[in-house]
Structures are given as structure tokens and as C-alpha cells.
């Protein structure tokens, strides 16, 4: 499952900043429109790989960034909230994603 790959990929984020820190309150997550992430599904896997760990029972926050894309036929960045959407100007199909197409850890809460 993707989702679990990228919750092992957070906690290791996780273990790697909190260093010694006993425990870690809350994860706050910035995850892209188009990251094409299942949320709900993270945040069970989250919770599941973080079992035993410092980050057990720790809050998964998640903001989300709005997705963008450059159209080439309006020479214009659109936004954009699905991939294969077409562009709200033109409706045409001749886009490429410039935002919103990332997740990162953007902030901890530790002790
Ligand atoms: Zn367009």
C-alpha cells in the first residue's frame, strides 16, 4: 500500500528530528491537492507504523495545499484540484502541475 510506505517515510522523519525527545504530541503534515495521498488512509497507516515508537498515539495533523498548474494554451498558472481536471479557463488538457504535488513534515510537537 502507498500510503504505508509514505507513514514509515514520515516516521522516520520523525524519529530523526525528535532525536532523544521522549515523546512527539503532534506531526502536522502539508500535503498537496494533487500528492494523490488517500488521507484517511495515511492516518490509519500512521498510526499504525508508530506503535512502540515515539511518535505513538501523537496527533497527525494534515493542511492541505491547494493544487496548481501552468496551462499552455492561456500561457497562465491555473489552479487545479484533480489531475486530468481540465484547465477552468479553456478546458483544454495541455497542462503540466507546478504546485501542490508534494507532502512534506512541515512541523513537530515534542517534548
Ligand atoms: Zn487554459
Given at each position: 500500500m502507498h500510503e504505508?510506505?509514505?507513514?514509515e517515510g514520515i516516521l522516520q522523519i520523525v524519529q530523526d528530528q525528535a532525536q532523544n525527545s521522549p515523546?512527539?504530541?503532534?506531526?502536522?503534515?502539508s500535503v498537496g491537492e494533487l500528492a494523490g495521498v488517500e488521507l484517511d488512509s495515511l492516518k490509519f497507516c500512521f498510526d499504525v507504523v508508530t506503535r512502540d515508537s515515539c511518535a505513538e498515539g501523537a496527533a497527525l495533523e494534515i493542511e492541505t495545499v491547494p493544487g496548481?498548474?501552468?496551462?499552455?494554451?492561456?500561457l497562465a498558472q491555473i489552479p487545479l484540484s484533480r489531475r486530468g481536471d481540465a484547465c477552468?479557463?479553456?478546458?483544454?488538457?495541455?497542462l503540466?502541475?507546478?504546485?501542490?504535488?508534494?507532502?512534506k513534515v512541515k512541523y513537530l510537537e515534542i517534548d
Open positions: 504505508m510506505s509514505l507513514a515523546k512527539v504530541h503532534s506531526v502536522t503534515l496548481s498548474a501552468f496551462c499552455f494554451d492561456c477552468p479557463r479553456c478546458e483544454g488538457y495541455h503540466t502541475v507546478v504546485g501542490g504535488d508534494q507532502m
